[in-house]
């Protein structure tokens, strides 16, 4: 589906009831079903889902790069799908039936990064071709998880397209976190679109950002402040006796 109009690679998302089993999972979720009922509009910038686990943030992240990975090889012959959007055994099958709603004409690059599965794609980014050239030969096996996972976005800060990152902050630090907004914002102001699911109340506090807060009631926007992440890591950290106190 797409909008002749200028703006994000995605501007929207729906899906296509007709290829949908509404009765199972994954659309018997909260957020799968609301998609369903009123589909998602995105940010042209960064949009970015928090919630507990399970509440539906990887499903939907899952669902977004396959279904983008799929646009993607029809204009780009050399992309390495792997390395974009390539599904595990563990992803539902909802990008079967998720519909883009995109511009036309707009940034086809993209890359679809899990955390915990850097190393199994990182000889597509080490070895020859388009990602060997980008990376500037650098080995990503060498380097830590998370300085791997950072010098693979820095090296796609110059291809403006759809980055779909499933909560990075697993493989960094705290100062790496810093770095990796630092690295957002760039690709930003290249172009490029990004939606981010993550538990890190850093990473949501960069500026500009479409905050969704997923849960059982749904999906709905929210500030920064009136987050549950926000002020569950804000209540811990003032008071951490309080809280250890209950667990020992």
């Excluded at 820095?154 to 907004?181: H, I, N, R, T």
């Amino acid at each position: 589906m797409a909008s002749r109009r200028p703006g994000a690679p995605v501007k929207a998302v729906s899906v296509d009831r007709g290829r949908a089993d509404l009765s199972a999972w994954p659309y018997t979720m909260p957020v799968v079903a609301q998609v369903v009922e009123e589909g998602l509009n995105l940010s042209p910038g960064l949009t970015i889902l928090i919630g507990q686990n399970g509440s539906g943030k990887s499903t939907l992240v899952e669902g977004l790069a396959a279904a983008w990975g799929r646009r993607i090889t029809a204009f780009r012959s050399d992309w390495l799908q792997r390395a974009a959007a390539e599904s595990s055994r563990e992803d539902s099958d909802l990008n079967r039936s998720m519909r883009l709603h995109y511009t036309v004409g707009g940034a086809t690059g993209g890359l679809f990064l899990r955390a915990e599965r850097l190393h199994a794609q990182a000889d597509w980014f080490s070895g020859g071709g388009r990602w060997g050239e980008r990376m500037g030969g650098i080995d990503v096996l060498a380097r830590s998880h998370g300085e791997g996972f950072l010098e693979i976005l820095a090296a796609m800060v110059s291809d403006p397209g759809l980055y779909v990152l499933d909560e990075p902050e697993s493989a960094l630090s705290f100062d790496s976190c810093l770095v990796l907004l630092t690295l957002m914002s760039q690709m930003l102001a290249a172009g490029s679109q990004i939606v981010l699911a993550t538990h890190s109340p850093i990473l949501a506090a960069m500026p500009g950002a479409l905050l969704l807060q997923l849960d059982e009631s749904g999906i709905r926007p929210v500030d920064y402040d009136e987050t549950d992440l926000v002020t569950s890591w804000r209540g811990f950290l003032a008071s951490p006796e309080r809280f250890l106190g209950h667990l020992t």
